[in-house]
């Protein structure tokens, strides 16, 4: 039984987590209820000990965060909770936003395909980042990351870029679907992300 117990311990924290959605900041990509599967060992898991807020250290990575994939990282705001977004820039490049339309070193990025947009408004950027922001050029070993609500998204631009040790894994495949405790799980969303 110990065995088991410090196999599953080893695997949670070095391969593959499990992973609950909260909160809308990805729809239509991933919605509430959404229970999923994150690839750890990719950008070089952390190895964390419970009780204990940054990890003991780092395994080496496959490769790090790109632009498109969807990653899950420590909250900067919230250190003890894991949040989900699209990265859409990492070190280097030039993040801008004009009126909803996001640009990466001066080029349109296409939205995700099941991105949406929540209302038709444009903020100023005095009022809001949410619509208008930057330029703003991403650090080294940092990256900017974007909910696919777009309009319903607490992300980089509002709190900043995520720092490389804050990256916790790659989201690869939704395994069930389970809103609330009065409805029953589903599994007709399982499959893979992106």
């Not at 894991?82 to 080029?107: F, S």
Request: charged share 25%.
């Amino acid at each position: 039984m110990l065995i088991a117990v410090g196999l599953a311990l080893v695997i949670r924290s070095t391969v593959v987590q499990a992973f609950y959605i909260p909160s809308g900041s990805m729809e239509d990509t991933l919605f509430v209820g959404d229970y999923l599967l994150a690839n750890k060992f990719l950008y070089g898991a952390p190895v964390e000990v419970p009780g204990i807020r940054k990890p003991l250290f780092r395994l080496p990575a496959v490769r790090e965060p790109r632009q498109g994939d969807i990653v899950i990282f420590r909250s900067k705001t919230q250190p003890d909770r894991d949040l989900i977004k699209r990265c859409v820039a990492v070190g280097g490049q030039v993040v801008e936003v004009k009126d909803k339309v996001l640009y990466v070193d001066g080029k349109r990025v296409p939205d995700a395909p099941e991105a949406k947009y929540v209302d038709s408004n444009v903020y100023s950027g005095s009022r809001t980042a949410r619509d208008n922001f930057g330029p703003y050029k991403v650090r080294p070993d940092h990256f900017f990351m974007m909910g696919d609500n777009r309009d319903n998204s607490n992300d980089s631009r509002f709190w900043g870029m995520v720092p490389d040790e804050m990256v916790v894994g790659k989201a690869f495949l939704i395994w069930m679907q389970w809103p609330s405790l009065t409805s029953l799980p589903s599994f007709d969303r399982v499959g893979t992300i992106d």
